[in-house]
């Protein structure tokens, strides 16, 4: 009976196997349509949308859910992926500047390290929310931004596990067969554990505001119009 559970569909090997399995079809399905770079923002984009139900545990059909999401997201998942490309080639070629240039290497480092932490405070949250929510690329970035900013300690904590993943899978010939395998599904959803739990914090406070809103609302319509129009309320 006590293999029987520990291979049963509710065992703690049985989840793990499944969810690995899940890790590596979102890897290969991210790697396949980032082949063309300019969609890879639209596949992280699709990416981020299986995970953020991942680390909630409501994900369904991996692919089906994946291309749906790619196309929805193509637009604006290719245009912010561009951005970050040419963001990240620009800090690139800073610090090869940094090291060609004799008496200005300091401030090319300086300004390559900015650069590269105001880059990763508008990007690390921005393909997450732009798989949740509606909104432009502008503020889908301010708002990743924003997120950091509030929660500066967690997303410390974000960037250091991320440290560590790139040192693991870096770390020699096999570690990076695996990265090929998982890595970018596995940054991806590192990512997503961070984000899901904030995106419900500020939610659960947004949903609060508003009814605190509307609350307010109804008391100020109470004290200066005793009498309700029908038709007025909100759908």
Not at 28 to 53: E, H
Not at 194 to 216: C, G, M, V, Y
Request: with cysteine; charged share 20%.
């Amino acid at each position: 009976m006590g293999n029987n559970s520990f291979f049963s569909i509710e065992s703690p090997l049985y989840k793990f196997m499944s969810r690995l399995t899940d890790i590596i079809k979102l890897n290969f399905l991210w790697l396949l349509c980032s082949i063309p770079v300019v969609t890879m923002g639209a596949s992280t984009v699709a990416a981020f949308s299986i995970t953020l139900k991942m680390v909630e545990d409501e994900e369904g059909y991996v692919a089906r859910k994946f291309f749906h999401e790619f196309k929805e997201n193509l637009k604006k998942g290719s245009v912010i992926g561009i951005i970050q490309c040419i963001a990240m080639y620009a800090i690139y070629l800073d610090f090869q500047l940094a090291g060609a240039v004799e008496g200005s290497s300091t401030m090319f480092t300086v300004i390559g390290v900015i650069a590269s932490f105001l880059a990763f405070m508008h990007l690390v949250y921005a393909y997450a929310l732009l798989a949740r929510y509606e909104n432009t690329i502008i503020n889908t970035m301010r708002n990743s931004h924003s997120i950091c900013i509030r929660y500066f300690k967690k997303t410390i904590g974000l960037f250091l596990v991320l440290v560590l993943e790139f040192v693991v899978f870096l770390w020699n010939f096999s570690t990076l067969f695996l990265a090929i395998l998982i890595g970018p599904a596995c940054v991806i959803y590192t990512i997503s554990g961070f984000a899901r739990p904030l995106f419900r914090i500020i939610e659960t406070d947004n949903e609060e505001r508003a009814a605190q809103s509307q609350d307010d609302d109804e008391e100020e319509n109470n004290d200066n119009s005793p009498e309700v129009v029908p038709g007025d309320e909100e759908h």
